[in-house]
């Protein structure tokens, strides 16, 4: 397993502060924004920004792992086994 990166949704009591924060002082991109929602990014890490009032947004964890030739085999192995 290579993890590639990992997102995480950052609750900020004030947003407009924080994007200014995290992009003049930390060297971030804002990526995006909608209304009280927005991302930032910097190099392969990129996460949004929001309050923790904002609607259906909850705070998880992603992770993006590079396929491995070996692993890539498996599953091929795995498909011909069973047929799918």
Do not use: I
């Amino acid at each position: 397993m290579k993890p590639e990166g990992s997102a995480t949704t950052f609750h900020v009591s004030n947003l407009d502060v924080s994007l200014t924060y995290y992009t003049a002082v930390l060297g971030f991109t804002q990526r995006f924004r909608f209304g009280d929602y927005a991302g930032v990014e910097h190099g392969a890490v990129q996460f949004p920004l929001c309050y923790p009032w904002f609607p259906s947004v909850h705070t998880f964890f992603s992770f993006c792992l590079s396929v491995l030739p070996a692993q890539s085999t498996s599953k091929q192995t795995y498909t011909k086994q069973n047929g799918s």
